[in-house]
């Protein structure tokens, strides 16, 4: 797990990249994004860099 980078919430993830907060679950639970899960309810945290490599494919229109 990162130590230094803040981990972003689903929601704040969502935002970054622009989309809803389930398309983000879904691209998580489709392996499309890494997300570390936290606590006893297994909550989803994302690093910006993470985030950037996604959309960076994404825009490259590589494979994710």
Do not use: C, I
């Amino acid at each position: 797990m990162p130590h230094q980078s803040r981990l972003l919430s689903t929601t704040e993830a969502a935002r970054y990249l622009a989309v809803h907060a389930n398309t983000v679950r879904r691209w998580e639970t489709q392996g499309l994004l890494q997300a570390y899960r936290l606590g006893t309810r297994g909550d989803r945290r994302f690093t910006r860099k993470e985030l950037d490599r996604f959309l960076r494919a994404s825009a490259e229109g590589t494979s994710l």
